[in-house]
């Protein structure tokens, strides 16, 4: 260790036992009734638990009733939760502590090893100035436990009119002064795209110019390229330097590093031309909104973590993981590797064709276990449909029709929209053909034995954000047909489901091809990834605002899921629950509307017209349908949890129940809950968004949510449906 670095870790040491010292002081004065019984040396830990426990349960009984039915689980309901105030839920949280206290779990960010809650062991110590190997981050969280418990901080619900102002911080790729400095960046990178057509050496390249074209006439044709889906994924962007050349030799030297040994690494670079485009590539001094594209860069660009763990990286969504002829994690058996499924009633199909690609690799993407394996990648022209898949395509529709409680077939990959139109036509061409013959199944079957028809069909893509170019009218035109030909069929909801998590993804060519998509007939939901920069304060309530605008509907606003690899994006589920309360909640459809919004779905073409009837007739700003949730390991989505640990170094530790609102396998119902630790701290959460230029106090409240409730499904997503 150099000098200057030492006297730089000896600086942050001495910080960090200054803030703690002053962490303790603040406990002190915050509760020091409940710090006299920590101080107390006549009790040995296991004492000390048990008085505090007793303790807590009387003022608990005695005070806050709603509290403890919901502690005891006798009230857990989703109006219940909504019940409990930032003191009740610190005495819930304390309990829970209690009742795990020297329990040890295993850690997933740590590849399985064990890891001890002891937050009672661990605060007596520091009060009692002995040796302890907590964190400055395990010591605030428990500063703020204390001082919720005695009533020294209370959650003040932001009103309207704040979220308003929080919302008007983030621009929207359709402002005008965003078109204009995107136009710019356009020029740029056509201009590097001329040279790298003009210093071609392959004969015969598919983009090239004729003799003799002046620059201008150039310029005119790469312009007139651009236009085009495949001109981009021709000259997607696949190296480290090239990335950086393409945003105007912009990205700082730790980013370049980073991108350079994840390259080396073996992590897949690939980046659109006009993806890079909405890329601020001004020094922030210069920017009219400082970090406005932090959420698009955030997923651009790879993570210290993602490169570390790459290689080692497990899968998380466990349910996907089957061997042929054994059940997968909720209990499943599967036709093949091409069908994922959780639930009795839905089942994912990922075909194989060109839809196991897209047209970008999100930082965050849940299929980088399968790009570590090899199984996934962006050689496009190798991922073309091979013979054999049509009797592989034949195979996995029999699995759908011959399943009783099947219903739901959502089609992704990669993207749904990678697939050719020629190969998306014969996938929806089967599922029409299976639609039918599960009907003239049930012909031959007594009432009691009807297998569930189609009446779902959804398509995953992030091609709007990606490569909006791609959505063309011949693809409108197949979904149309394919439209009109479900209806014949029972199939009464075609959905195409986005991945946009910015309101500056939202450009005036996303735009257009999301108005083709409802032209068709097919309804456009949205999924954000709730991302560190995506959390900031009105940024999700910004995004369904302009998604509100285009005729999209909000769906889920997915907490980032993953182990120590995605940790640099993680936004803490404490977090994901301040949203929910104190933002989204400004969207929140009125239950007289309720009826009315069931048709929407079918209905596509008139959506804006449809979420506009709504926002004026409440006059709210956007409408919220959508929830605030996580993916769990084998269970589905849910976001009702209670903490009940914490680790030495601050993480959470979360137990969360499954979905009571939708039906499970008995593999699922049996398993009861899952454990989550998370991969930070609520500090270190609350760091990074200091880091982008963000006020931490606006997130005062936010060490009050340790529980969660998950919102029921919006009955606009149910329509007419059974």
């Known amino acids: 260790m150099t000098l200057g670095n030492l006297s730089l870790y000896l600086y942050c040491m001495n910080t960090q036992y200054e803030r703690i010292a002053e962490l303790i002081a603040k406990m002190k004065q915050d509760n020091p009734e409940v710090v006299s019984l ?89 009060l009692l100035g002995r040796k302890c190997s907590c964190t400055v981050d395990f010591v605030e969280d428990m500063a703020h436990l204390l001082a919720l418990l005695n009533g020294v901080e209370e959650r003040e619900i932001p009103p309207r009119s704040r979220v308003l102002e929080w919302m ?59 236009k085009d889906d495949r001109f981009h994924l021709h000259f997607a962007i696949r190296n480290a330097d090239d990335l950086n050349r393409y945003l105007d030799c912009s990205m700082d030297e730790k980013t370049l590093g980073i991108m350079h040994e994840a390259e080396q690494k073996g992590i897949p670079i690939f980046a659109t031309p ?52 054994e059940p997968n994690a909720a209990g499943w058996l599967l036709p093949s590797h091409n069908v994922h499924r959780r639930y009795p009633n839905v089942a994912i199909f990922i075909p194989d064709t060109m839809g196991r690609a897209c047209g970008g690799l999100c930082s965050y993407c849940q299929r980088m276990y399968d790009f570590q394996a090899g199984r996934f990648n962006f050689e496009l022209e190798k991922l073309r449909p091979k013979k054999s898949w049509k009797d592989q395509l034949e195979l996995n529709m029999e699995y759908f029709r011959n399943d009783p409680y099947l219903w739901d077939i959502l089609i992704t990959g990669g993207d749904a929209f990678m697939s050719s139109v020629s190969s998306l036509k014969t996938i929806l061409d089967a599922v029409l053909v299976m639609a039918r013959q599960k009907i003239e199944d049930n012909k031959a079957r007594s009432l009691d034995e009807q297998y569930a028809p189609m009446r779902r069909v959804r398509l995953g893509t992030k091609i709007p954000v990606y490569l909006p170019q791609r959505v063309t009218t011949e693809l409108a035109q197949v979904l149309a047909d394919f439209k009109k030909k479900a209806a014949e069929v029972g199939i009464d909801q075609c959905v195409v489901q986005t991945h946009v998590s910015s309101a500056m993804e939202v450009t005036p060519e996303t735009k257009k091809a999301v108005r083709r998509l409802l032209d068709a007939g097919w309804a456009v ?40 690899e995605n940790r640099e994006l993680f936004a803490t589920n404490a977090r994901s629950t301040q949203e929910q309360v104190e933002e989204s909640s400004n969207g929140q459809i009125a239950q007289r509307y309720h009826a009315t919004i069931r048709t929407f779905m079918q209905d596509a073409e008139k959506m804006v017209e449809q979420i506009d009837s709504i926002r004026k007739g409440d006059e709210i700003p956007f409408i919220s349908p959508d929830r605030n949730t996580l993916n769990l390991p084998g269970v589905g989505k849910s976001n009702t949890y209670r903490t009940i640990g914490i680790t030495e170094d601050g993480r959470r530790i979360l137990r969360f129940e499954f979905d009571h609102t939708r039906p499970h396998s008995k593999v699922i119902e049996d398993m009861g809950h899952v454990i989550v630790i998370e991969s930070k701290s609520i500090a270190h959460y609350l760091n990074q968004l200091a880091e982008m230029g963000e006020d931490v106090s606006e997130y005062a409240t936010i060490w009050g949510y340790s529980a969660g409730s998950l919102e029921p499904r919006s009955p606009v997503f149910e329509g007419m449906t059974k």
């Open 525 to 564: 939901t949205n999924q954000e990834v709730f991302t560190v920069a995506a959390s900031r304060r009105g940024h999700s309530a910004k995004l369904r605002k302009v998604l509100n605008d285009i005729g999209v509907l909000p769906y889920y606003n997915f907490s980032v899921k993953g182990f120590k």
């Open 274 to 325: 006009y993806f890079l485009s909405l890329i601020d590539t001004r020094p922030l001094e210069r920017q009219q909104h400082p970090h406005s594209d932090e959420a698009i860069r955030s997923y651009l660009f790879y993570s210290r973590d993602l490169v570390e763990e790459f290689g080692s990286i497990v899968a998380w969504e466990k349910e996907d993981i089957a061997k042929p002829g």
């Open 38 to 126: 920590f101080l107390d040396q006549k009790l040995d830990d296991a004492a000390l638990v048990a008085h505090l426990r007793e303790h807590f349960s009387v003022v608990m009984q005695q005070h806050y009733p709603k509290a403890w039915a919901y502690y005891t689980r006798e009230e857990e309901t989703e109006q219940d939760y909504y019940k409990l105030m930032s003191t009740s839920m610190a005495y819930l949280r304390i309990m829970d502590y209690l009742d795990h206290e020297g329990e040890s779990f295993e850690d997933g960010n740590l590849h399985g090893q064990k890891v001890v809650s002891k937050p009672i062991s661990l605060l007596r110590s520091l």
């Open 168 to 226: 008007e911080r983030h621009p929207s790729g359709l402002d005008q002064d965003v078109i204009a400095w995107r136009a710019q960046n356009k020029e740029h990178i056509v201009q590097l795209l001329i040279e790298r057509i003009e210093n071609q050496k392959k004969p015969g390249a598919l983009y090239r110019f004729k003799e003799g074209m002046t620059a201008a006439e150039k310029r005119k044709q790469v312009l007139l390229w651009w």
